[in-house]
């Protein structure tokens, strides 16, 4: 979840990166939700999200809905 993060810098960015990757090296997949406009804008403008293992959720409540396989 990420409703209080406001902005993204360069050195968040790698670290999410490099969070991503040490999670798939142990098949784990890393989901975000609520992603904020301005930091939305700056993953797009990386190319962090065609790296993420997951999906970008809207809200918390639709990733849990979809990861748990309850579809609203």
Not at 32 to 60: C, I, N, W
Request: aromatic share 2%.
């Amino acid at each position: 979840m990420c409703p209080a993060v406001n902005r993204i810098d360069l050195s968040a960015l790698e670290a999410l990166e490099r969070i991503n990757e040490h999670l798939a090296e142990q098949e784990i997949t890393l989901h975000m939700s609520e992603v904020k406009g301005p930091v939305m804008d700056a993953l797009q403008r990386s190319d962090f999200l065609h790296h993420l293992t997951g999906q970008v959720y809207l809200s918390q409540h639709a990733a849990d809905l979809d990861l748990r396989g309850r579809r609203s």
